[in-house]
């Protein structure tokens, strides 16, 4: 009796990687380990979405890791250096012109203690240049001095540009590594500082009334 031979498709390749599974022997547990190892390898590299949330935890993380960063740079050098530790600063914030006036001849006639004020202030952290003028600032003077001041000195109130506590809130801006930036923005975002102390804790509304 002649044998008929069926006509059967060819295996597809699902079936044909089975075939040559079926022949082949079985993973080690080592080699499993490491199918295991490059699998969560490839878990962890693949890119996965982060809400607004997560995104704003990691950017303060990420503040906070360089803030501490600094610090340990300056411990360090305190004890490599004499005359860099720490200070108490209790005259701050500034709250007149005389305030002002004395604690620049201080900076001016004292280059150590100019130096050591520059240190305490550059740990104010912020995560852009506007957010550390703004907290440098916000240390060294209280609103109602803030109100006397500008820039330039125009009309009746006081320059900061040619004064010692601006090379002291210049050096202290310039030091936070988490906004790197020049000497033009830092100046920049000083002058809106100063521009904007009257409206703040409650001065616009106030002249809205």
């Known amino acids: 009796m002649e044998d008929v031979m069926e006509d059967r498709p060819p295996a597809s390749p699902a079936q044909q990687r089975q075939q040559q599974q079926r022949g082949s022997p079985a993973p080690t547990p080592s080699a499993q380990?490491?199918?295991?190892?490059?699998?969560?390898?490839?878990?962890?590299?693949?890119p996965t979405p982060c809400t607004a949330v997560e995104k704003f935890l990691m950017e303060q993380v990420g503040e906070l890791q360089v803030k501490?960063?600094?610090?340990?740079?300056?411990?360090?050098?305190?004890?490599?250096?004499?005359?860099?530790?720490?200070?108490?600063?209790?005259?701050?914030?500034?709250?007149?012109?005389a305030d002002l006036d004395?604690?620049?001849?201080?900076?001016?006639?004292?280059?150590?203690?100019?130096?050591?004020?520059?240190e305490k202030l550059s740990i104010s952290?912020?995560?852009?240049?506007?957010?550390?003028?703004?907290?440098?600032?916000?240390?060294?003077?209280?609103?109602?001095?803030?109100?006397?001041l500008n820039w330039c000195g125009r009309g009746q109130k006081m320059?900061?540009?040619?004064r010692p506590i601006h090379h002291v809130i210049?050096?202290?801006?310039?030091?936070?590594?988490?906004?790197p930036s020049t000497e033009a923005e830092a100046d920049a975002a000083i002058k809106n500082w100063l521009r904007l102390s009257g409206d703040r804790n409650g001065g616009r509304q106030r002249r809205n009334l």
């Open 125 to 148: 952290g912020g995560k852009n240049i506007k957010e550390t003028v703004w907290r440098v600032c916000a240390k060294l003077f209280k609103q109602e001095l803030a109100t006397k």
């Open 68 to 97: 501490v960063d600094h610090i340990i740079r300056l411990l360090q050098s305190k004890h490599t250096h004499t005359g860099t530790e720490f200070i108490s600063l209790p005259m701050l914030p500034l709250g007149s012109v």
């Open 159 to 162: 320059g900061l540009k040619a």
């Open 33 to 46: 380990a490491q199918q295991r190892q490059q699998q969560l390898q490839r878990a962890i590299a693949a």
């Open 102 to 118: 004395s604690f620049d001849a201080k900076l001016q006639a004292d280059s150590n203690f100019r130096n050591k004020v520059i």
């Open 170 to 179: 210049l050096g202290a801006v310039l030091a936070n590594p988490a906004a």
